[in-house]
C-alpha cells in the first residue's frame, strides 16, 4: 500500500470548473500528484480505487434522488470532505430552482419533462452531510485550493481568509465602482478569494464568492437603494451565483417580501385613489 | 537666483514639464495625480499633460465624481482614493524569507532596495499625513524598515489646495490647507504657473538646477488669493475639544449600535485613510513548502481576523470594530503618539460605500451624553 | 531633509534567529516544554530576557506566535542555557510545533515586553496568581524569587487549572515548598484520587488567611476573566489595584507596536505590556469587545 | 445492477456478468463503469442480442441545471455570465454565443477593435480547452496509460510540454477575462474594461514559446498509430470568407447546405432521448446525424487555417476531408498552433478600443448567434422584453448535436470488435468516444458503459 494520502474528486451537478482548476494548477500539478496519490478523478485518469480516501475534494450541488445516496457513501469513504465553489456550498446558480416551480422549469428546458427525475432544489453538500472544510467562488481560486491541499498534507485545518472582497479591492488600490460610479457591488458582503476581479474590470462585484464572514445585508441593500436601484434588482442581486446560501437568501426573501408588501400598498392605495389623475406607473418600477 | 529654504520662486506654467524631467533624470520616480476608472489616482507621471488637467472632483458622503472644470489647472482638485501611504508603505511587502537546507531552516530578511519617489502634489492634509506616520513607523527601538528608508528617500513637491471638497476639515485638525512644513517644494498653481516655496536643501537644490527665477509680488498676491479660497470653501467641523475623554468616556454610548447598523466593516475607510497602519503577516510557501516568503499586507480593525485569538475574536461585532477605529483614530492616537491619527482628509467620508461620516459620529456622541 | 532619522532603521524588526529544539519535555495532555538554544553561538551568548517576556516563536510556513519565557533564568550560564518555552497546543503554529523532534530548527526573535517588576518588591510578601498555562508566563519571576528568597517576605502561589492532570509543573512543587513558596492549588473538576481543594481561583484566594492587604502585591497570568474575579478577590481584601500586577495576551504579528493587532485602548500590549500593573489597563479590561 | 456504486471498480469494466434468457433469445448483459477523461460524467450503454449488435447509447445521466429557465426574468447584461456556468471547460465559448446572439437582438455593431479582442479570448480558450483534451485527457490513450499523472512518470517531458503549452492560453484567459473559468470581463457590447497594448504584448514571449512547443506536440500527436476507422461524416461548422471559424459567418455543411444562425432550428432539430437528460439533434431535411467540431472545422476550413498551421498539416501529412476520428486529436492540436499564431497576430495590431463596450438601449427584441466552439457549433437564441429582461432562451451545446454522431460511429465500431472480451472492448468504446472530446458538463452528470451481451 502507497503511505501517499490519497485524493479523490467527486462531481455533484457542476459545471467542471472548479476541478478544472485542479488540473490548471501547472507548475504545481505534477509536484501536488507526487505527493498525493490520486486516487479516484474521473476526469484526469482512468484508474479508478475504492475507498478509503483521505481527501475528497466534491464538487457540484445536489439536485437528485441519487446524489443524496452517493454524498452520504462519499462521507463514509472519505477522511476529510472537502466542498469545492460555489455548487457543493451554497447549491449554485441552479439553486434558482429553488424558487421556482421546477416542473416549469422542465417544460421550459426539455421538450420531454417525463424523462428526468429531479429533486426540487439544489443544495448544498452540506445540507446533507458533514464537511469539514469548504472552499468558496464560482470557480474557486487556485491558490486558496493549494492553501487547503497543502494545510492538509501537513496535518492543519485550512484557514483561508473571510474577509471582504473591499480589503482586497484596496490594496490592489482599485477604485472603489460604487463610489466613483454608482455601480451596484457586491463587494462590501462578498467573501474573499478573488482578489477583487470584478472592481478592478470596472464593474460591480456579483457575490461569486458568496457571503462574508459577517455580511451586513441590510444595510448594503439600504444603500443600493438610496443610489437608485429598485429593491427588485436588488432582490436577483442577491439572487445570483451564490443565492441559496443562507445570508443572500435570508436578505433576497426579505426584500422580496417588503416589496411585495409595498406593491400591494401601492396597488390599494390605487384603488383608493382610482380618481386621481396624472399618476405614473413609474413608482411600480 | 540663490534659492534657500523659504524662498518663493515662479515656474511657468509649462515649465512643469521640466521639473518632472529633472526629477526623472535624477533617478526619481516621479508619482503624481492622474485619471484612472474615473478617480484621481496617484500613479507614474511623465508627463505633465497626464495630470488631471481641466479636471475636479465632486465628494460627498459615499459618493464621488469626476467633473470638468472650466479651465486648464492641473492641480484644480482636492484628494482622491489613493493616498501616499500606497508608496511609503505598500500594501504587500515581503518582510522575510525561509528556506529549508540540510540544516534546517535558513532565514534572511528581504532588503529591498527601496524606490526613490519623487511626489508630486502632496496636499497639506497628506503632509500632516506623513508626519503622523513618521511617528507611528518609526520608532527608536523598532520601526518599519521598509517605510522608513523609502520615506527618507523620498521627495516631496507639495500643491496648496485652491479649492475644498465638501468633505475636507483639515482646518479643524490643524493641517492645512496651507503647507507649513514636511516638503521639500510647494508649488500654488495660478492661471500662468505656479508660485515655488522651498522647504529644505534638497528642494533648493533642485530649483537652483532649474534656475528658477523668484516669484514677484503680484503673483505672490495672486497665490495668497487662490489659498484664500480654500480656506473659504471648507465647510465641514470636526469639534476637537477634549476629542480623547469625550470618547474614551463614551465606549458604551448608544451611538456605537447605531452606526454598528449601517457600517459594513468593509474596511474601506482604513484602505483609504492615509494614516492607517495595520498590518499582518502571510506566509507564503511553495507546495513542497520548502521555501517560505512572509508577506506583510495591509490589514484592517475591520477585519474580524486581526482580532482573533484562542478561536474567537475580541471585537466580534461590528459595533467593536467601527468603535475601535474611531476611538483609537481620534483619541489613543494621542497616548500612543501624541497625536490625532486623523488628518481632516475626508477620505473615509466620501469612500465609506454607505456613507458614514465620522465627524456626524463624533458629534453624535457630543451631544448626547449618556 | 523632511525624513526622520532613527538609529534602528536598518535592523529589520521581522527578522528571527534560528534556535534548535535542545529537548522536549510534555508536561500534561496538549503542553510541552520546548528547550531552545540558538544556532549562532555569539547569539546565544549575548541573548538576555527578564522574567515575564515573550519570544516570536516562528515557524515557517505556517505562522509566528507570541510565547512567554519560562525558564529558570537563574540556574545556568546563559551560555550552557536553554530558553524554555512551555506550550499548549492551540491551532495551526502550535500544532506545527507539537509535531517537532528535538533537533529541529525553528525561528525565534526577542524578547519583548515589559517584565514583572520584582526588584521593586522587596520585602513584600509576593502572592502569585495562575491559571492554567498562565502558570508558564509566572516560571521564570517564580524562580528568581526564590533564588532570592530572603529579600521577599511571604510567598505564594496560588494555582488552578481544569483537572488536577493538567497542573503544569507537578514535579516541582515539592522543591517550591522547600525554598519557602507555599502552593495552592485548586480544579475545576476534581477526578480520582484528587484530595485538594475544588473550583475557582479566586475561592482560593479568598481562603487565604494569610494576606496582608498592605505589604502585598499580586502577579497575575491566566484567562482574562479569571484575572479578574482573582483581583476583586484581593481588593475585597483590601489590597488596591495598584498592587496588582496582570500578563495580557492578545494576538501580536509584530511584537513590536507597528502592526496594530495587540490594540487594547491605548496600549500596545506587545511593547507596553504584556505585564502591567493592573490599575492602568483595569478600565479597558472592564469594557467588552475592547 | 447498481451503477451508484462509485467505489468497487478497479478497472473500467464490471467484473460481473448477466445472462438472462427470454422468449429463447440469449441476452448478455455486461455493465462497464465510469466513462474516464471527459469532462463531466455520463454513461455508454451497449446491448447484443445473441451475439449481435442490437443498440447502443450514449447515457447521459446529468443533474439537470435548467440554465435556459433560470435565464427568464434576469436582466439581459446578466446573461454572458450566468451562461458561462453551463460549462467550466469552455465558459468563453458560452459568453460569445451570448453576446452575439444578443447584440444581434439589440442591433448592436460592437466595432473592429472588439471583434478581434473577442476573437483573440476565444483563442485564448481554444488553446485551453484543446490542450487540456490533447494532452491530459487523450493522448494518454494512443500510448497506453489510464491517464497523464501516470503517463508523467515516464514522459515527463510530454506531459510538462502540454501543460506549458496550456498555461501560456490560460495567461491570456486571465489577462483578458479576469481569470481563466467564467471570466468576468465579458459584457455585452463589448468588455468591462479593455486590457491596454502594452499589457497584452507582455505576453508574447510566452505565446511564442507555447507557438513552438505547441508545433513540436502536433508533431508528436501526428506520429500516434491511430486505427483504422474511416467513417462518412456529414461535417457542420460556421465558415467566414476570410477566417478560420469562430464567430461569425453563415453555418455550412459537407452536403452543400449553407444557412444563417436564425435558420438554426428549421433544420437542426433537437430532440430528447428517453436513456438520457441531454437533448439530440439531427438534421430535419436528412434526417441524418451530424459532425461538429475540429474535424468538421478543418475539413472545411483548412485554406483558412494561419499560415503556419496550414503548412504543418501539409507537413504531416493530413488528408482532408479526414473521415477517421481518431485523428480528431491532430485537428485539435493543429487548432492549438492556429489559434497561438492567431492571438501573436491579433496582439501585434492591437488596439485598445475605446470605449471598451458600446452602449445600447434595451428593448423588446429576438437574435440568435452561432459561434465555434472548441467542440464545435454553439447556438443561442433570445427572446429579450421590453424592460430588458431575458424573455425565453434557447441554448444548444455542441456535445448533445455531436451525441447522435457518436453512438452512429460505435454502432459501425462495434461489429468489427464484437470479439473481444469485455474489459477491452469498453476501453475500445471509451476511447472511441474520447476522440469527440465530448463535453458532458455541457449538460451532464456521470458517464458509464454498461454492455448487454446477447448469448
Ligand atoms: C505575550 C503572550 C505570551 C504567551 N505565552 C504563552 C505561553 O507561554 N504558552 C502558551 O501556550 N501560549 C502562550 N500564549 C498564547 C499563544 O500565543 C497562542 O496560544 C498561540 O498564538 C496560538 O497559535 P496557533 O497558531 O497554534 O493557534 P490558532 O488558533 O491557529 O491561531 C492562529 C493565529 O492567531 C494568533 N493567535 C491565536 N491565539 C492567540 C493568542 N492567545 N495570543 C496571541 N496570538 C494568538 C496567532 O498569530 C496564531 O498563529 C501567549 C500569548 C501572548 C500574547
Ligand atoms: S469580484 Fe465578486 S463576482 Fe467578481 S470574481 Fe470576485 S467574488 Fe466573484
Ligand atoms: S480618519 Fe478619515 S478624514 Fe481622518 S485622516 Fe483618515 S481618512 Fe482622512
Ligand atoms: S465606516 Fe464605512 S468604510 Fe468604514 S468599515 Fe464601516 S462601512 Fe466600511
Redesign the interface.
Known sequence: MESRPTLAV????????????L??L????????S?LH?A????????????PYDIALVE??V??P??I??IR??RR?SRYLITIGACATAG???A??NW?D?E???R?????PE??E?LAT?TAIADHVTVDFELRG??IDKRQL?DV??SLL????P?I????V??DC?????????????TP?L???THSG?DA??P????GC?G?FGPS????L???S??LRRDGMPPR?IV?AFR??NAYSPEFRGEGDRLEAESDRSDEADRSGEADRSGEAGRSGEAD? | MDATVASTLWLARDELQRLIDLLWDRQYRVIGPRI????I?YDEVRHQDELPVGWTEQQEA?????VRRDDGQRFGFNV???SWK?YLFP??AVVGEATRGPQGWQLSDHPEEAPAYAFLGVRACELAAIAVQDRTLIHDQYSDPIYAERRRRALIVAVNCTQAASTCFCTSMNTGPRCTAGFDLALTELDDGYTVEVGSDRGAEIVAALALPSADAGSRRRADGRRAEAVNQIRKRLDTTDIRNLLMDNLEHPRWDEVA????????CT??CPTCFCSSVEEV?????DHVQRVR????CF???ISYMNGSLVRG??RSRYRQWLTHKLATWFDQFDTSGCVGCGRCI??????IDLTEEVAAIRETPP | MNAPQSAAIAANPWLSQTARIERITPEVDLVKTYHLRFTDPQVQANYRVAAGQFNMLYVP??GEIAIGVSSDLQATEPRERTWDHTIRLA??VT??LS?MEPGEVIGIRGPYGTTWPLDEQHGKDVLLVAGGTGLASLRSALYELLANRERYGRLTLVYGSRTPETLLYQGEYAAWAERGLKVHRIVDQATAGWKGQVGVVPRLIDGLRTLDPSNTVMLCCGPEVMMDYAVRSVVARGMREDQVWVSLERNMQCAVGLCGHCLLGPEFICRDGPVYRFDRVARYLKVESL | MNR?D???????ADDSHRDDVQGGVTTRSIRV??L??????GGLDIRLRSGALDDVKLNIF?????????L?G??LE?TP??TA?????C?VAYQMSSVHALERALGVDAGEEIRRLRRLLYCAEWIESHA?HVH??HA?DFLGY?????M?RDL?EE??RG??I??AG?ALLELIG?????P??V?VGG???APGRETLRRLVPDLQAGLRLAIDATRWVAGFDFPDFEQTYDTVCLVHPDEYPMCEGRIEASDGLSITSDEFESVFV???V?H??A?QSIRSDTGATYLLGPLARINGCRDRLMPAARRLADEIGLQTPCRNPYQMIVARSLEIVHAYEESLQIIAGYHQPKP?RVEYRPHAAAGSAVTEAPRGMLYHRYRIDE?GAIGEANIIPPTSQNQSQIERDLRSFLPGILEMDDDELAKRC?KLVRCYDPCI?CST???KVRIDRGG
Open positions: 467527486f462531481k455533484f451537478a457542476s459545471c467542471d470548473g472548479c476541478q478544472l482548476t488540473l490548471s501547472e507548475d504545481d500539478l505534477l509536484a501536488l500528484a505527493r490520486v479516484h478523478f474521473l476526469e484526469a485518469t482512468s484508474r479508478i480505487e475504492p475507498g457540484g450541488s439536485s437528485t441519487r446524489d445516496e452517493r457513501q462519499i469513504d449554485g446558480i441552479q434558482l430552482r421556482a421546477s416549469e422549469y422542465l421550459a428546458v426539455y421538450a420531454r424523462y428526468i429531479t439544489s464560482c470557480p493549494l491541499i497543502g501537513a496535518g492543519r485545518r484557514r481568509p473571510n474577509h471582504e473591499c480589503l484596496k490594496r490592489k488600490g482599485t477604485v472603489c465602482v460604487m463610489v466613483a460610479h454608482g457591488c463587494g462590501p458582503v478573488c476581479l470584478c478592478a474590470h470596472d464593474r456579483y461569486c464572514r459577517q455580511p451586513n441590510v444595510s448594503l439600504d444603500q434588482e436577483q445570483g451565483i418600477r | 484612472d476608472s474615473g478617480a489616482v459615499a459618493k464621488y465624481r469626476l482622491g482614493p489613493h500606497r500594501p504587500r447598523e449601517r457600517c459594513l466593516s468593509c474596511t474601506n484602505m483609504v510557501s511553495d507546495l513542497q513548502g499586507q495591509w490589514d484592517s477585519s474580524g481576523e461585532d461590528i466620501t469612500w465609506c460605500p454607505v456613507g | 510556513g505556517v491551532g495551526h500544532g506545527a509535531e | 451508484d462509485l467505489n468497487r471498480d478497479v478497472t473500467n463503469e465510469n474516464t477523461r471527459v469532462e463531466g460524467e446529468e443533474s439537470p441545471r435548467f440554465f435556459e429557465a433560470m427568464r434576469r436582466p446578466e455570465d450566468i456556468r453551463i460549462c467550466g471547460i465558459p487540456l491530459l485527457l494518454p489510464p491517464g497523464s499523472l501516470e508523467s515527463p506531459v510538462t501543460l506549458q496550456r498555461k490560460n479576469g481569470r481563466a473559468v467564467h468576468i470581463n459584457a468588455f468591462y474594461k433537437e430532440r430528447q428517453e438520457s437528460t437533448m471598451s424592460g471509451e458538463s452528470h456521470f458517464l
